[in-house]
């Protein structure tokens, strides 16, 4: 496999993890545009750990995802009463501060005689502890996935599940899952915190892959285009996000047919698919039959 | 005397559940015409479907011979057809003048002498003419609702249980103005509750059951208690 | 000390009314068609690139790129609402919103394909020197704008209050149902009022560009982030509220800016507008937002 082909696949797990983080707060009912900030969470905290204190990429992983669902809890616990777009705006105006902060952010080390730190608006250089490591596009490319592939299969083994059912009706019906017992503040910042964990571990391995990142990375653009990978790949499965991030950036800036048209092309095809079908192509519907048939 | 409105097989579903299965009916031109059941029996499912905001399912709708089952609402109301529907759907945030205004949406022409007449006919209303019609009382926005539906000069008049929640007193006011409109010449639809008001002013009448259509007479044919105990418990054999 | 004030605040009205404006056209879209459009700042960018081009390829006076950009706009934004609106009108607001996203990506390219480039230059509003008055600066452009910010929620409420159009929108918005059946075309009424809210944005794109003398292609993300913004800060869905919030946040940038900078500017109106939120005073919560 070529080298553009191995970035391509590694971009689309990368960014599965943001989609699968929006998606998952969807099933619960909430609707984030701001996502992206636990993306850049994790993406600091595990360049800053691995790049200026040498601490290795597992460990610097585990720390950033535990920034990620602190940070989504402490985004998630003021807004928990909101609904709608109030949620929604609440969420971009938290990823927005969390964007600026991430510019306002200057802390530098001298390490061997370099530089190594966050700059503002300048980014963040030299996270190359995946090089310096020895480990090859390949190998990273099959990190990514390996990590993806456990966690979709820990989502795949929740939705049949007692939880996944209670997710989803705390989603549908609140008042409903409220009155059968289920303590649903409670539950819904659970799952706020597992989802900006889930964001964060995706933004440590994006750092290491990019080995540079600057607070422009994880803009409006990352999360609205994360919750529409999740609504058009289909909310039915958390194969679905990954169907919308696949059909983005696999196949259209994979084909390279399309070149700068792409958005022209995949904008034009999202709008069509979504009138017929509102809720993604691997919709509740097209599961149950798609289960039913293969079992 | 000839069908102003006729309902054949009509059937209307919310998802999976049919609310209408199968209703066929007739309004006659120049009559009022009665539809009494128990709740839920579909009374205003057919009053919904037959002024558009439902899609029905299968069935026929024609008024004046003409198929109006496929119209949006705002096309069935030019067509000469005005549902007063039920719960009193004034616009609570525009004056009394500004409501019947908007029932007259598809006019063109200049709509002050038929406010004045209006007005004239629901004194109550004249003297509120510019208060907020969510200030109005139960009675009063139920006048409100049916002038409203006046203003579009319909040939039909469709009334959802417009006597639901008001004082005898208010009752029988309204029940006098559906006999004044029916000597003017308005066809009129009524689904009612209030079987005994209904059944003095009507030239014929439908009990509706679960959905379909279970009696279709003139107030004589049945007696009165036992259209009485059907419209409001249904028949004993379900 | 109270000249920096009283000069902040006179520059704080002029970015205000431009953000009203913008939100205007957000909160006519919501309060109507309880829809939110993210293409309306793309659909925006889209009818100044056209006037920019109009004023490159012709040398279109100020008056015809007016006519341009409001006609640019007013296209634009009736392909979003046949494409994103009206298919689900009685279904998923989320798949409304998505998909005048993914529209807004198609815009965004398209605009930034006819004009690659990252800065054009627009034709200045008004070349002469700028007012003053009571030791107090004030351009000839950002005077216009909140004159015409003015003028405009005047004839909203004119044509909201006297005329059939406005009867129609209001009934629209108190009672869906009823407006049917009161013989009003729903459809007919969101297709108008859309047109509206486009028509609003043509002309504060124009003005923006023309005060700035610039285009950019970050003009669709800061027309939609600023009238999202403005639109929450003011109390969804009210028309009022949407002046008030607009308003409120050109004061709100205009002070701390002075203070603070440009970084923390927008820090606080994001921190405001959270707080707000977090808080949910009743004012801000007149209407479902769900």
Redesign the interface.
């Known amino acids: 496999m070529d080298d553009y082909a191995i970035g391509v696949l590694t971009n689309v797990g990368l960014f599965s993890f943001v989609a699968l983080s929006a998606y998952v707060l969807l099933l619960a009912g909430e609707m984030s545009f701001g996502q992206q900030a636990f993306f850049g969470v994790g993406a600091y905290a595990g360049g800053i750990l691995t790049a200026m204190y040498g601490v290795p990429l597992p460990l610097a992983a585990l720390a950033a995802m535990a920034l990620g669902a602190l940070a989504a809890l402490l985004v998630g616990l003021p807004t928990l009463r909101l609904k709608g777009l109030y949620f929604a705006m609440a969420t971009l105006a938290a990823a927005e501060m969390a964007r600026i902060l991430f510019e306002l952010l200057h802390f530098q080390r001298e390490l061997e005689g370099e530089t190594v730190g966050p700059d503002g608006t300048q980014g963040f250089r030299g996270i190359r502890w995946i090089f310096e490591n020895g480990i090859e596009p390949g190998g990273f490319l099959g990190l990514v996935w390996g990590l993806l592939f456990g966690i979709v299969v820990i989502f795949l083994l929740v939705e049949r599940s007692r939880l996944g059912m209670t997710l989803r009706s705390v989603g549908d019906d609140p008042e409903l899952a409220a009155s059968l017992g289920v303590d649903v503040d409670r539950f819904k910042l659970g799952v706020a915190g597992a989802a900006g964990a889930l964001a964060a571990l995706g933004g440590v391995l994006f750092a290491h892959h990019n080995t540079y990142i600057e607070p422009r990375n994880f803009d409006i653009m990352l999360g609205v285009h994360s919750l529409a990978y999740a609504l058009i790949g289909g909310l039915g499965t958390a194969l679905g996000p990954l169907l919308g991030v696949a059909l983005d950036i696999g196949v259209l800036e994979g084909s390279r047919i399309f070149g700068g048209t792409r958005m022209i092309v995949f904008g034009g095809l999202v709008a069509v698919l979504l009138v017929f079908r509102p809720r993604g192509l691997l919709d509740e519907k097209v599961v149950h039959w798609l289960r039913t048939r293969f079992s | 005397m000839s069908a102003l409105l006729e309902v054949k097989d009509l059937v209307t579903a919310y998802g999976k559940i049919e609310a209408l299965r199968g209703v066929s009916l007739e309004v006659a031109e120049g009559s009022i015409t009665c539809l009494l059941g128990p709740n839920g029996a579909g009374k205003t499912t057919l009053m919904m479907t037959v ?3 439902l899609r029905a399912k299968k069935g026929l709708i024609s008024f004046s011979g003409k198929s109006i089952a496929s119209l ?3 096309a069935i ?2 067509s000469g057809i ?2 007063v ?1 039920e719960n009193r ?6 004056t009394v003048i ?1 409501n019947l ?6 006019r063109r022409d200049d709509l002050a002498g038929d406010i004045e007449r209006l007005l004239g006919r629901f004194p109550r209303l004249k003297e509120r003419s510019e208060q907020l019609a969510g200030t109005l009382s139960g009675g009063e926005q139920q006048m409100l609702v049916v002038a ?2 006046l203003m ?1 000069r319909p040939r039909l008049l469709l009334m959802d249980e417009p006597s639901l929640g008001l004082a005898p007193l208010v009752v029988e006011e309204i029940f006098r103005i559906i006999a004044e409109l029916h000597r003017d010449g308005v066809s009129i639809f009524l689904v009612e509750q209030n079987a005994h008001m209904a059944l003095k002013v009507a030239q014929h009448f439908y009990l509706i059951e679960q959905g379909r259509v279970t009696f279709s007479g003139d107030p004589g044919s049945l007696a009165e208690d036992e259209v009485i105990r059907r419209a409001y418990l249904g028949s004993a054999k379900q | 000390m109270f000249l920096d004030l009283a000069q902040n605040t006179l520059d704080g009205l002029a970015r205000g009314s431009a953000y009203a404006l913008l939100a205007l056209g957000f909160t006519l879209v919501f309060g109507v068609l309880r829809r939110v459009n993210l293409s309306y700042g793309p659909a925006i960018m889209l009818g100044c690139y056209l006037a920019t081009w109009a004023s490159m390829a012709i040398h279109a006076n100020l008056i015809l790129l007016l006519a341009v950009s409001v006609a640019g706009t007013v296209l634009a934004g009736a392909y979003v609402e046949r494409l994103c609106f009206a298919p689900h009108r009685k279904g998923s607001a989320i798949a409304a919103m998505v998909a005048s996203f993914a529209l807004w990506m198609q815009l965004e390219e398209l605009a930034v394909l006819a004009l690659p480039r990252h800065l054009y230059a627009f034709p200045a509003l008004y070349e002469g020197s700028p007012l003053q008055f009571l030791g107090l600066t004030l351009r000839v452009e950002s005077g216009v704008m909140i004159v015409v910010a003015a003028g405009v929620c005047v004839a909203l409420r004119r044509t909201l209050y006297h005329s059939k159009f406005g009867l129609a929108v209001r009934a629209a918005v108190e009672n869906p149902v009823a407006a049917s059946l009161a013989g009003i075309s729903l459809p007919g009424v969101f297709v108008r009022v859309f047109a509206v809210a486009s028509a609003l944005g043509g002309l504060a794109g124009f003005l923006i560009s023309a005060t700035h003398e610039q285009v950019t292609p970050m003009l669709g993300m800061w027309s939609t982030l600023k009238g999202l913004l403005a639109m929450m800060l003011g109390g969804l869905g009210s028309l009022p509220g949407a002046v008030i919030g607009g308003l409120a946040l050109g004061l709100v940038e205009a002070h701390s800016q002075w203070f603070f900078g440009p970084q923390l500017r927008d820090l606080i109106a994001y921190l405001l507008l959270f707080l707000l939120l977090a808080m949910r005073p009743r004012w801000m919560t007149t209407q479902s937002a769900s």
């Open positions: 002024a558009g905001i949006q609402p705002h109301v030019a005005a549902l529907p759907l004034v616009f609570p945030g525009m500004e205004r908007a029932g007259a949406y598809q409203r539906a579009s």
